[in-house]
């Protein structure tokens, strides 16, 4: 465990180093900048810790947040690293800028890059302003997700499962077996001192004779359900008799007779006489083909 905290440290420690040599590194080159776009001597003393200052608080608030907000603060890590590798380029390209002969806020020989890098260098201050106060904001009121805990009872369950999986519990390691160490007599051999007598001979009992078994012929059992039998009683037959094709055709021409073509139909009839539909189709094309004849007839 010593180890691995010494470890730590040490590459805790190798990182300030590299970190703090890096800034040393890019001091020159910031200040330089600062002092070309107008900043006085302090301010451009200043300036390098507004950058790469900025850049080491988004890296340890990267550390400490999570979800969206780490994702914020590494973007303002990488946003202020490449505003800080543009500006130490800009600064190995322009030699004049070592000896400060350059003129006040020009940059660059071609007016649009000249601008966009004074506007770079300028905006710089204001967005660390922004960015490093909403970092901080951001650590103060982070909370941490809780670290679930165990449980009594789990801890009790998980133990009862390790000691029910050891084998040297004594309810898995049966009893040693002990031999029986009694001692049987020997065997006699028969006939060795006395003589053995015959047997007497006994009478064997014949079985008594089973009776054979009579064979019957069975009704085999029917699937078709059995029809009723006995006489149908008066109150169930139908009082209306059964009408005949002329009765039925006298009754259709009767209900129709004040129809009109259209409605003679097959259900119409059906209705009026209460018959079959069958029938009363058939009394339909009767009552229409006599309909049509008489019409004939008359022209």
């Not at 077996?177 to 007497?200: D, Q």
């Not at 009026?272 to 069958?278: G, L, N």
Request: proline residues 8%; positive net charge.
């Amino acid at each position: 465990m010593n180890l691995h905290r010494k470890g730590r440290a040490a590459l805790v420690l190798a990182l300030v180093a590299v970190v703090a040599m890096a800034f040393r590194v890019s001091w020159n080159a910031l200040r330089d900048i600062a002092g070309a776009v107008g900043a006085d001597g302090t301010a451009a003393m200043l300036y390098p810790f507004v950058v790469d200052g900025l850049m080491a608080l988004a890296l340890i608030a990267t550390l400490v947040l999570s979800d969206r907000d780490r994702t914020f603060a590494l973007r303002v890590l990488g946003a202020y690293t490449v505003a800080s590798l543009v500006l130490n380029y800009v600064h190995g390209l322009v030699p004049e800028l070592h000896g400060r002969t350059v003129d006040w806020g020009r940059l660059a020989d071609w007016d649009p890059a000249n601008w966009a890098l004074v506007l770079l260098a300028t905006s710089l201050p204001v967005g660390s302003i922004y960015f490093g106060s909403d970092l901080v904001a951001k650590v103060l009121h982070h909370r941490p997700a809780p670290i679930p805990t165990v449980s009594t009872n789990a801890e009790k369950s998980t133990e009862t499962e390790r000691k029910r999986s050891t084998a040297d519990l004594p309810v898995s390691t049966p009893a040693p077996i002990t031999p029986n160490a009694t001692v049987l007599p020997r065997p006699v051999a028969v006939g060795f001192l006395k003589s053995t007598l015959a047997a007497k001979p006994r009478r064997s009992i014949e079985p008594a004779p089973a009776a054979p078994i009579e064979r019957r012929a069975v009704a085999a059992e029917s699937t078709r359900p059995r029809r009723a039998t006995g006489r149908v009683p008066d109150a169930a037959k139908p009082s209306r008799p059964k009408r005949t094709p002329e009765q039925l055709l006298a009754e259709a021409r009767k209900a129709t007779a004040d129809w009109p073509d259209a409605k003679v139909t097959g259900e119409g009839i059906r209705r009026a006489i209460h018959t079959s539909p069958a029938n009363a189709r058939s009394l339909r094309d009767t009552i229409l083909a006599e309909r049509a004849a008489t019409a004939a007839e008359a022209s």
